[in-house]
């Protein structure tokens, strides 16, 4: 079984390059959409939604380790 330590420095490094993408994406795809604003704006709303993904995906991954131990008989891991 997945240690809740171990889980969140797997969501953290999968979030911190999430981060990366999120930041170069709206950097590309806001004057797409005619969407203009300060770099400060584009760093802040990135880390909003980061600290979001965050989150949720440490909750996901204690969820499914959940799962995992009450469906999975002891010794047959």
Known sequence: ????????????????????????AQLILFPLYGITVPGTTH?????W????????GYLVRRLFV????WRVPHGYE
């Open 1 to 24: 079984m997945q240690s809740k330590t171990f889980s969140w420095i797997e969501t953290a490094t999968s979030t911190a390059i999430g981060f990366k993408i999120a930041l170069l």
């Open 49 to 56: 939604f980061t600290g979001i993904s965050l989150i949720r």
């Open 66 to 69: 959940w799962v995992h131990h």
């Open 43 to 47: 760093l802040s709303l990135v880390v």
